[in-house]
């Protein structure tokens, strides 16, 4: 089945600093990959659309220079927290729809969580 | 604005028992409505998607009900068991073609199963 990695599960840093999310998918091509928050006991976000080789798009009140995405390849996607905050501290989970796959189905990642002191 | 909502937030049950976990949402142009499965600090294992032309959907012991008119979906999990113990959450999609892929979800439903 597809597989969705992210990397690294867990990353603790320091207020100020970036932090950067791999997502991959290991055994398909992904036309778009999704990104989302979930804060503890609450839903998942979506903050960003990434489609390969173009701009993300962003949903409202979402950052898009705070939280930079790159989607160079049809594997990876990265995220970028940049000038990280203790309230940007959160579970990050991304997605992936296959290429030529049924676009109704997304593959999910099993989350990054970051915490920012 | 679609918002999402499930009750009840938590649930505990002792293992055997039938149960059923609701999901509303205020827009009823949805493209479909997935059911997901979260297991503590992990990602997300799709359950069900139902169309939004369907009424349900079944697998294994679980079935999901849609009434698109009245924006409302249930999960119905027969003869729980421990190991179904986990958070639910629903989602549902924009109507466009080209936004399949957004998801709106809801806040989950906690199940616990007691042995």
């Known amino acids: 089945g597809a597989v969705v990695s992210q990397h690294p599960s867990r990353v603790i840093c320091k207020s100020g600093t970036s932090v950067k999310i791999e997502c991959r998918s290991l055994d398909f091509q992904a036309t778009t990959m999704f990104w989302y928050r979930q804060f503890p006991k609450q839903s998942l976000m979506l903050m960003a659309t990434s489609n390969e080789g173009s701009k993300a798009t962003y949903e409202q009140g979402v950052e898009k220079d705070k939280f930079l995405i790159n989607h160079a390849s049809l594997t990876l996607s990265t995220l970028t927290v940049t000038s990280a905050h203790p309230e940007d501290s959160s579970f990050y989970i991304c997605s992936a729809n296959e290429r030529g796959g049924n676009q109704e189905t997304q593959y999910f990642g099993p989350g990054t969580r970051l915490l920012v002191l | 604005k679609q918002e999402v909502t499930q009750i009840p937030a938590a649930l505990s049950v002792p293992e055997g028992e039938n149960l059923v976990l609701n999901c509303s949402f205020t827009?009823?142009?949805?493209?479909?409505l997935q059911w997901f499965r979260q297991d503590p600090g992990k990602g997300l294992t799709s359950l069900l998607l139902i169309q939004s032309s369907q009424r349900e959907q079944t697998s294994g012991r679980l079935n999901a009900s849609l009434d698109k008119s009245s924006g409302r979906s249930t999960l119905y999990i027969a003869a729980s068991q421990p190991g179904d113990s986990a958070t639910y959450l629903c989602a549902v999609s924009r109507i466009s073609s080209s936004n399949t892929g957004k998801l709106i979800f809801g806040q989950g439903t906690t199940l616990q199963v007691k042995p």
């Open positions: 827009d009823s142009a949805i493209y479909n």
